[in-house]
């Protein structure tokens, strides 16, 4: 599997990318929470075979896998961890497979401010979400699939600060400025205080997928 996961490295080879998306906002309510993006609320049945690894050999997020072991948690069910909207939903096949990529407005318990995450779930087998679709914390994003073969059944996540990243993560350096340890995230951020009062968020943040060459 590790042979296999390092194609996601090279991704960013195989794609042809237009400028930067011009900057939007959208108004949406800030998260109250987090919770984990399979076995809602607290990953019930499921173990983290892998996490975060910032030095080579980079691991850009966790990996989360049924404990029957093998294919059997395939077409399990993937949620959003977080009131968001989708900025990206689409199948880029090669390292990635289906791919989504929410983003999550918060607001830090510390400094008080409003702050940004974006989370991406891969090697989905099925997306049940599309481009600017609002989500709700604990709804069905996807399912857990296996990028065409290419891995056992599971699922891929990213937890990133820097939401200019989108799909090129080599577009800025890995460390803790840029990344985020998501089950330490997630962990630390369990329940917020309700806002209703919506925020402007912005979107449009990082080059936009124009498909992919070689395939």
């Known amino acids: 599997m590790i042979r296999a996961l390092n194609a996601c490295c090279l991704v960013a080879i195989l794609f042809c990318l237009a ?20 076995g809602k609320p607290n990953a019930d049945g499921y173990y983290k075979s892998r996490g975060l690894r910032l030095r080579a050999p980079q691991h850009f997020g966790e990996d989360w896998n049924g404990r029957g072991g093998g294919d059997s948690d395939l077409g399990d069910p ?31 318990k510390e400094g008080g401010e409003v702050k940004y995450v974006d989370t991406l779930n891969a090697h989905l087998d099925t997306m049940l979400v599309k481009v600017g679709q609002m989500v709700k914390r604990g709804q069905q994003i996807g399912t ?12 891929h996540f990213e937890m990133r600060h820097n939401i200019t990243i989108g799909v090129v993560r080599n577009s800025v350096p890995a460390d803790m400025v840029n990344w985020v340890d998501p089950t330490d995230f997630i962990n630390r951020h369990r329940k917020l205080n309700r806002e209703w009062r919506a925020v402007s968020v912005p979107i449009g943040t990082y080059q936009e997928y124009r498909g992919f060459k070689g395939l």
């Open 144 to 155: 857990i699939g296996t990028n065409y073969g290419m891995y056992p059944a599971h699922l």
């Open 78 to 108: 993937v949620y959003a961890i977080a009131d968001g909207v989708v900025t990206f939903a689409h199948d880029v096949r090669t390292g990635w497979g289906k791919l989504v990529l929410t983003r999550h407005a918060y607001r830090d």
């Open 19 to 38: 400028p930067l998306a011009d900057a939007q906002t959208v108004k949406m309510n800030l998260a109250d929470g987090f919770d984990f993006p399979v």
